[in-house]
């Protein structure tokens, strides 16, 4: 059975840190990998998506990477800012097509301190 | 743009009473899919849609009805409220010919208690 963990559950820094939000996964045998932000009170929000064969994908300050034979990703924040205080989650997706096979973590809330 | 957007954003429903969670997508995906998310627990499927007049259970699906007669609309229907269907629920949708994935588009959220 495919299960998500991410840690630290928390996690709270300096601003300007560069920072790093761990997902490990138990099936190497996964479509994609997802990272998403939820800000309080909101919904989610998609931040990246990693294909299977891919390594890495990049965004502005993020950038996630993927090792699928470790079971592992990582969502590297560069600079942290007060702004990027939020809850972080991954979720696998184990179909190609839909997202009724998403896996998800339980995420890390991270604070990030002025 | 207005993307997923679902109503009402709070309720407070009495043991017994039924309710509508209206969902409304305007980027012309697909797949739609209804999650409750609860402390500690995670994002759980209740309901999912790959087209419409087509749905499917997810994980967590008893207590609660879906219908997609046009591929804009997803209500949620909860029937019979109990202390249990407490939680924050969440709209979605995601586009199955998305090239590169299938990045998925969450509503904002519509918080229910039961009591």
């Known amino acids: 059975k495919q299960e998500v963990t991410q840690i630290p559950a928390a996690l709270s820094v300096p601003e300007g840190e560069n920072l790093v939000l761990n997902c490990s996964f138990t099936?190497?045998?996964?479509?994609?990998l997802q990272w998403f932000r939820q800000d309080p009170g909101k919904g989610l929000t998609s931040l990246l998506l990693?294909?299977?064969s891919q390594r890495e994908q990049t965004s502005g300050r993020l950038n996630a990477s993927l090792d699928k034979s470790s079971g592992r990703s990582t969502l590297y924040i560069a600079a942290s800012q007060p702004g990027d205080s939020a809850t972080y989650l991954c979720?696998?997706?184990?179909?190609?097509?839909?997202?009724?096979?998403?896996?998800w973590g339980l995420g890390t809330s991270l604070a990030v301190n002025p | 743009n207005a993307g997923v957007t679902q109503t009402p954003k709070f309720r407070i429903l009495k043991i017994g009473q039924s309710m509508t969670l209206q969902c409304t997508q305007d980027?012309?995906?697909?797949?739609m899919y209804w999650y409750r998310q609860d402390p500690g627990m995670g994002l759980k499927l209740i309901y999912y849609?790959?087209?419409?007049?087509?749905?499917d259970k997810g994980e967590v699906p008893n207590g609660y009805n879906v219908s997609r007669s046009t591929t804009e609309d997803f209500p949620l229907r909860l029937e019979l409220a109990a202390p249990s269907q407490t939680s924050v629920y969440f709209c979605?949708?995601?586009?199955?010919?998305?090239?590169?994935?299938?990045?998925?588009?969450f509503g904002e959220g519509s918080w229910l208690t039961v009591v």
């Open positions: 849609s790959v087209g419409a007049g087509i749905t």
């Open positions: 099936d190497s045998a996964i479509y994609n």
């Open positions: 980027m012309n995906h697909n797949y």
């Open positions: 979720a696998v997706s184990l179909n190609a097509g839909n997202n009724r096979k998403l896996i």
């Open positions: 979605a949708s995601s586009y199955s010919m998305e090239p590169g994935g299938n990045t998925i588009y």
């Open positions: 990693i294909q299977s």
